[in-house]
């Protein structure tokens, strides 16, 4: 094992244990907390691969903004702070929970089967790859760029129309 | 330098997250916390594939599926607050209107 993927296995450790603990804490702003460590992990792993523009992209939008969109959402829905009953019944948990873990398990068995841990080679990344991207970005892929840029006009101002209070009508 | 099916494994760790998150939560901002966990895990595998393929693609439907999860965001935590208001309760069992 290389020292990247010593460093991969800690951030992974705690990220996952952040994304269980997501979905299962009963304080929902200690859930979005949590949510933080999680996709930070997720853009340490990207810049680990050798995916630096999506890593800070990933921690910008997601870290920065995604997350204080939440908390927003929980603080204007006054959410139950502390612990919550209604959410989280024990019969959902134990639907969820077997989905969960059965499709955890397969999707495992099934990578591994593919790749067997012992048997791929690792793979180098690409070095400089935020060269490369920003030029098939806006050379092969202008026309889904200006429409994701369209879909997220229509985003905003479709948030706008429906949180806004209707003081004419 | 990092084998591909660890990384495979740790975006499989996620998405069963938040599968388990979209089944058992029934608070519809938990909800879309747990949604949030998937698209991450679909990103992950996206750049660890580009990466191990050395092809620059999965990185740029990376980016889009960052943006289009930004928008959905947007629009659900706007749709929630709206339920909010007109329902004081964001639990996703009590908006069963249109069930059949």
Excluded: C
């Excluded at chain 1, 841990?117 to 098939?136: I, K, M, N, R």
């Excluded at chain 1, 889904?144 to 429906?162: C, D, K, Q, T």
């Amino acid at each position: 094992m290389s020292a990247q993927e010593y460093a991969f296995v800690v951030v992974a450790v705690i990220g996952s244990l952040a994304a269980i603990s997501v979905v299962m804490a009963r304080n929902v702003v200690h859930a979005a907390l949590f949510l933080v460590i999680a996709l930070a992990s997720v853009g340490v792993t990207f810049l680990l691969v050798g995916a630096e523009f999506v890593g800070w992209t990933q921690i910008l939008i997601y870290v920065g903004a995604i997350v204080i969109l939440f908390l927003f959402g929980l603080m204007l829905t006054k959410a139950p702070i502390g612990r919550d009953t209604l959410d989280h019944t024990w019969k959902n948990r134990l639907a969820g929970g077997i989905v969960g873990s059965l499709l955890f398990f397969g999707l495992a068995s099934l990578t591994l089967r593919v790749w067997p841990l012992d048997e791929t080679a690792s793979s180098q990344p690409v070095a400089g790859s935020t060269a490369a991207l920003g030029e098939s970005l806006f050379r092969d892929y202008v026309l889904p760029f200006e429409v994701v840029s369209f879909l997220l006009l229509a985003a905003l101002i479709g948030a706008i129309v429906l949180a806004r209070k209707d003081d004419a009508a | 330098m990092i084998r591909l099916p660890l990384v495979l494994l740790f975006a499989a760790l996620f998405f069963s997250a938040g599968v388990y998150g979209v089944l058992a939560r029934r608070n519809a901002v938990m909800v879309l916390m747990a949604i949030e966990l998937m698209l991450n895990a679909v990103n992950v595998n996206l750049v660890a594939f580009s990466s191990s393929l050395h092809q620059v693609g999965g990185q740029i439907f990376a980016l889009f599926v960052i943006a289009v999860a930004a928008a959905e965001v947007g629009i659900g935590l706007a749709i929630v607050i709206l339920l909010f208001r007109n329902r004081a309760s964001i639990n996703v069992d009590e908006v069963n209107l249109l069930r059949w």
